[in-house]
């Protein structure tokens, strides 16, 4: 059963502290996305790429955040230095590039900066 | 880019009853009407969707129909049962077509007994 895959799946931090998460999409898969979920603003696109190449990161922060992803086979999302205000559920999804397609996602890391 | 508003934030029906969920978008281009479900601890998982081409579309006791005139569109459960309860989300392409969804902001499910 082909599935996203994220590590940590839960993860408590100090401010200040540099906090990375990784997804592994699904095998075959050349869009990756990273959303991030808050009770205040929902579920927000933050960053995507297709077949590795960054194609929009105009939803997150730039000051700490940065999105890489070194391989097909995996999708890293770091932020430097945390705050409390990044406390959320980190999800990453993948699927086939273009409109229309269906996007699959993992089961998200949950964030909580102190 | 594309507006998602969802209605209502919170439902409550009694098990067997059906639940109606409804969405608006903004963007006339958009084609592809995807609904999620999500469990408490879980990441959002696909349930049903709809593409532009179709007024509705069913799935056992999920159903999805779609307005393109009027920009909305509708889930619909019949005979909920307690596993239904979760927080469901709409979708919308993010921009015309281009890639990544907008989502509407979840609407919680509850099933009373």
Known sequence: DARVTQTPRHKVTEMGQEVTMRCQPILGHNTVFWYRQTMMQGLELLAYFRNRAPLDDSGMPKDRFSAEMPDATLATLKIQPSEPRDSAVYFCASGFGGSGNTIYFGEGSWLTVV | ?113
């Open chain 2, 1 to 113: 880019g594309e507006n998602v508003e969802q209605h209502p934030s919170t439902l409550s029906v009694q098990e067997g009853d059906s639940a109606v969920i409804k969405c608006t978008y903004s963007d006339s281009a958009s084609n592809y009407f995807p609904w999620y479900k999500q469990e408490l601890g879980k990441g959002p998982q696909l349930i049903i969707d709809i593409r532009s081409n179709v007024g509705e579309k069913k799935d056992q006791r999920i159903a999805v129909t779609l307005n393109k005139t009027a920009k909305h569109f509708s889930l619909h459960i019949t005979e909920t049962q307690p596993e239904d309860s979760a927080v469901y989300f709409c979708a919308a392409p993010t921009r015309g077509g281009a890639d990544g969804l907008t989502f509407g902001k979840g609407t919680h499910l509850i099933i009373q007994p």
